[in-house]
């Protein structure tokens, strides 16, 4: 862990270094890709210095148990060591875990569809409430949310929705929401009061990157053809490709 923690820690200074050049906001894809790094890498710095300023002031508290000859006080640096090893386990917690290799795709903006299924009207109303749910989870992240498209039934209901969910990690936070998504309940259509099972897909799609494609001319090859038929009939065909 040590080794890694080093290199990335070195890695974050040559970003720090590289965003005071004034010369890279020229570049705007580049600017981009070293500002998130040096974002992601910040968290990672921070979470060592935290561990580090921690396991100072524990050895500190510690040593003044040691050579404390009030009772009390001695009593009261006591309780401070105990506090700071379990700060100390957490920072430690924390950094392991930012330190494990994440997915490329957790930083993805995405595309989310949901899609009625089994249940009829019943699983439609299902469906909105899963988007009502996505929609305002994604307001307590702070995250851009656009629908694409809808299509909704006569009570409210959704028979599928697509819609866009951009920001800070999101992909890392919704991926695992694809699949099938069931609920049994007595549905408000329902007069008689029995529990009906309904179900509704969900697909987390990451956005891909944006590509620049430069068709030269000479790729282009241009055929003309002519088709002749009965009653004077003739179509003069351009094809490209």
């Not at 890695?11 to 005071?20: F, H, I, K, P, V």
């Not at 629908?147 to 409210?156: A, C, F, K």
């Not at 697509?162 to 992909?171: H, L, R, T």
Request: hydrophobic share 35%; charged share 35%; aromatic share 6%.
């Amino acid at each position: 862990m040590n080794e890694r923690l080093g290199s990335l820690l070195r890695r974050y200074d040559e970003l720090s270094l590289m965003a005071q050049d004034p010369n890279l906001a020229k570049d705007t894809n580049k600017f981009r890709d070293v500002m998130k790094e040096y974002s992601q890498l910040g968290e990672i710095a921070a979470a060592n210095e935290e561990l580090t300023g921690l396991s100072r002031q524990l050895e500190e508290t510690k040593t003044l148990v040691q050579s404390e000859k009030d009772p009390e006080m001695k009593e009261l640096a006591k309780e401070e060591v105990k506090e700071l090893e379990i700060r100390l386990k957490e920072a430690e917690d924390k950094l392991k875990f930012l330190l494990v290799p994440r997915d490329p795709l957790d930083e993805k903006d995405i595309i989310m569809e949901i899609r009625a299924g089994t249940g009829g009207e019943e699983a439609a109303l299902f469906a909105t409430d899963l988007y009502r749910m996505y929609s305002r989870f994604a307001e307590t992240k702070n995250w851009k949310f656009e629908i694409m498209s809808s299509n909704e039934t006569e009570l409210g209901g959704l028979k599928e929705i697509i819609f866009s969910v951009s920001g800070k990690n999101v992909y890392e936070n919704l991926r695992f929401e694809s699949g099938v998504h069931r609920v049994q309940r007595v549905p408000a259509t329902e007069a008689s009061g029995r529990i009906h099972t309904s179900a509704v897909t969900v697909a987390v799609l990451p956005e891909a990157d944006e590509t620049e494609v430069d068709i030269r001319q000479e790729d282009l090859r241009i055929d003309v053809m002519r088709a002749g038929g009965p009653g004077g009939q003739c179509v003069n065909t351009t094809t490209r490709r």
